[in-house]
T-cell receptor
Framework: DAGVIQSPRHEVTEMGQEVTLRCKPI?????LFWYRQTMMRGLELLIY????????DSGMPEDRFSAKMPNASFSTLKIQPSEPRDSAVYFC???????????FGSGTRLTVV | RKEVEQDPGPFNVPEGATVAFNCTYS??????FFWYRQDCRKEPKLLMS???SGNEDGRFTAQLNRASQYISLLIRDSKLSDSATYLC???????????FGTGTSLTVIP
């Protein structure tokens, strides 16, 4: 099992640029979650999908953030335009059954300068 | 009020010590409870689930007190490799998403 795969591992971009983060969940998992982690705020849920359908996007900070899940094996989180305050580690996680917990990807460390 | 509250620490303990972390949650209808461990610059990983009757996995013991709405994690005979941040996790009352605490930092000192 390859686990949850995220890319890129690191991203440094200039303010105003578009950033796209990618996630491949574990095969067979039907729920996918995007989190953001900072020292100040800890882990924050941005959005989650169930069977490729967005269920709750109330954590998406503003319209600059958007997420898609076109199929069961791929999701993207896009920030356009990016701002320095978006700098954080972005984690994707997937789950088959929440009773068993999530499996996280290794994260994307985003720095916006 | 936050869904989950944890003492951020840091806890600095000598090798071999016993250390306990507590976590409180606000939603009495929460269904499932977990402890995750996160190493520096790594992703969180599931350490153990927390069952109503309490459960043990080697040196680790987790307990749930639904009446007082808190969960705890006890680590006995601490090892250097236990140094990490420990995250308390509670599911929503619908059971379809997790709420994470901000984590408790543990450093085990030689």
């Amino acid at each position: 099992d390859a686990g949850v795969i995220q890319s890129p591992r690191h991203e440094v971009t200039e303010m105003g640029q578009e950033v796209t983060l990618r996630c491949k969940p574990i095969s067979g998992h039907n729920s996918l979650f995007w989190y953001r982690q900072t020292m100040m705020r800890g882990l924050e849920l941005l959005i989650y999908f169930n069977n490729n359908v967005p269920i709750d996007d109330s954590g998406m900070p503003e319209d600059r953030f958007s997420a898609k899940m076109p199929n069961a094996s791929f999701s993207t989180l896009k920030i356009q335009p990016s701002e320095p305050r978006d700098s954080a580690v972005y984690f994707c996680a997937s789950s088959l059954d929440l009773i068993r917990g999530y499996t996280f990807g290794s994260g994307t460390r985003l720095t916006v300068v | 009020r936050k869904e989950v509250e944890q003492d951020p620490g840091p806890f600095n303990v000598p090798e071999g010590a016993t250390v306990a972390f507590n976590c409180t949650y606000s939603n009495s209808a929460s269904q499932s409870f977990f402890w995750y461990r996160q190493d520096c610059r790594k992703e969180p990983k599931l350490l153990m689930s927390v069952y109503s009757s309490g459960n043990e996995d080697g040196r680790f013991t987790a307990q749930l007190n639904r009446a007082s709405q808190y969960i705890s994690l006890l680590i006995r005979d601490s090892k250097l490799s236990d140094s990490a941040t420990y995250l308390c996790v509670v599911t929503s009352n619908t059971g379809n998403q997790f709420y994470f605490g901000t984590g408790t930092s543990l450093t085990v000192i030689p």
